[in-house]
């Protein structure tokens, strides 16, 4: 599993989701926020105007971002760590086994991610919540809510497994994906989500006994694309399997033998 050790100069700021941290140094500060980075390279206050119009604006954007952390599953709250007299170190890791990558942002295209890749960004790095994957990703909870990130700076991301990078636009100008292994993908790729064949046999065969479920994500355009090897459900189900979870299987131990 790797990590990222990041070396802040006096002065700067990142930030990164709650339980990504793993240790600083003693003269890197830590403050926990409800608010993320947004049209301002997260400074906490100011840019929206004094007095109490200011405040109120402020209050309702927060909250605004913590109902939308709370809609996409995510912690409510970020943490950001500043160096203060000299150069400092902090470092990071994502949740699972697995890669990270550093996405340099030069405002010119933003990227999205899954809700679960998010490590660290620095804090000229703006974070939003992104609703895509059309009306099968709402039914059906598959890639609907993302993560957005703009501006300038670097976004650390992480994943599951080892990444491969695509670009649609090699492959005919579009790639069909399991929705579990799309990791992030550049602004000007179009996202969506689609039924495998339809309700009928086959349909049913794929979902049943093909381990895909009913969906799939569709890229499209001409873009970075980021996918792991690993989902969360193939991972969940090969502990359990290890585990025992699964030695009665749906017979519910009917045909088990047991020696005595």
């Known amino acids: 599993m790797q990590m990222a050790v990041v ?16 240790f600083k140094t003693t003269n890197v500060t830590m403050e926990t926020r409800l608010s ?27 909250a605004m971002q913590v109902g939308q952390r709370m809609l996409a599953g995510e912690s409510m709250a970020f943490q950001y760590f500043s160096a203060q007299g000299g150069e400092g170190t902090v470092g990071f890791a994502g949740v699972l086994p697995g890669e ?38 709402m039914s059906g909870g598959e890639g609907f809510i993302l993560e957005k990130f703009t501006g300038h700076g670097t976004v650390i991301i992480a994943g599951a497994g080892n990444f491969i990078d695509l670009n649609p636009a090699d492959f005919g100008g579009r790639i069909e994906v399991d929705t579990g292994c799309v990791v992030a993908f550049e602004e ?6 689609q039924r495998i064949g339809g309700l009928n046999r086959q349909g049913m065969m794929n ?7 009913l969906s799939l994500a ?7 694309v980021i996918l792991q090897s690993l989902t969360i459900e ?27």
Not at 7 to 22: I, R, S, W
Not at 218 to 224: A, K, Q, Y
Not at 247 to 254: D, R, S
């Open 7 to 22: 070396n802040l100069h006096p002065g700067q700021t990142v930030y990164c989701e709650a339980g990504k941290f793993l």
């Open 36 to 62: 993320g980075p947004s049209n301002g390279g997260g400074q906490s206050q100011g840019g929206s105007g004094g007095g109490m119009g200011g405040m109120l604006r402020q209050a309702m954007g927060t």
């Open 100 to 137: 990270m990558r550093a996405l340099e942002l030069d405002g010119t295209r933003a990227w999205f991610a899954e809700k679960d890749a998010f490590v660290a960004a620095e804090s000229t790095v703006d974070f939003g919540i992104a609703f895509q994957g059309g009306r099968t990703g």
């Open 218 to 224: 569709t890229l499209e355009g001409n873009g970075r």
């Open 188 to 193: 000007g790729i179009q996202y969506g989500v």
């Open 207 to 213: 979902a049943v006994f093909g381990g895909e479920g």
């Open 234 to 260: 193939s991972l969940a189900n090969a502990l359990k399997k290890a585990q025992g979870g699964d030695k009665q299987g749906p017979t519910g131990g009917l045909f088990s033998t047991h020696a005595g």
